[in-house]
């Protein structure tokens, strides 16, 4: 069981780790220079990315919706998905805003930050 939990955490904070530094890479190759607020930012994401992706997979654990998946479970698996999929870019966009970890001249309504973070991420 521990070497369960392990792997867990190693995954998660691996892979969150590697999302950070793709955008990163990203923001590199694009040659844009990343600000001093767009790193904290930037943790904010990855910690809320963290607590996010165990909030899901507490759903999924006691919805009993792991591997294999009946036919019964297919509807609840996806509604979890889905609200997930919402509820990270529409925290990160209000932390954004309550933290003002953004730049004035190109501020971006709560909306337009919060559909752009849907696509984005």
Not at 16 to 34: C, D, E, P, R, S
Not at 90 to 100: F, G
Request: proline share 4%.
């Amino acid at each position: 069981m521990k070497n369960k939990i392990t792997a867990y955490w190693a995954c998660q904070l691996g892979g969150w780790i590697l999302y950070g530094l793709t955008m990163m890479f990203f923001a590199f190759v694009f040659g844009q220079k990343l600000a001093a607020y767009q790193y904290t930012r930037l943790i904010i994401e990855l910690l809320i990315g963290i607590l996010i992706t165990h909030l899901l997979r507490f759903i999924l654990t006691k919805g009993n919706l792991k591997p294999p998946i009946n036919k019964a479970h297919w509807f609840p698996l996806i509604i979890s998905i889905v609200v997930i999929s919402i509820l990270y870019p529409l925290i990160t966009s209000a932390v954004v805003e309550l933290t003002r970890l953004y730049d004035p001249v190109k501020k971006f309504s709560f909306f337009q930050r919060f559909i752009y973070n849907i696509f984005n991420n």
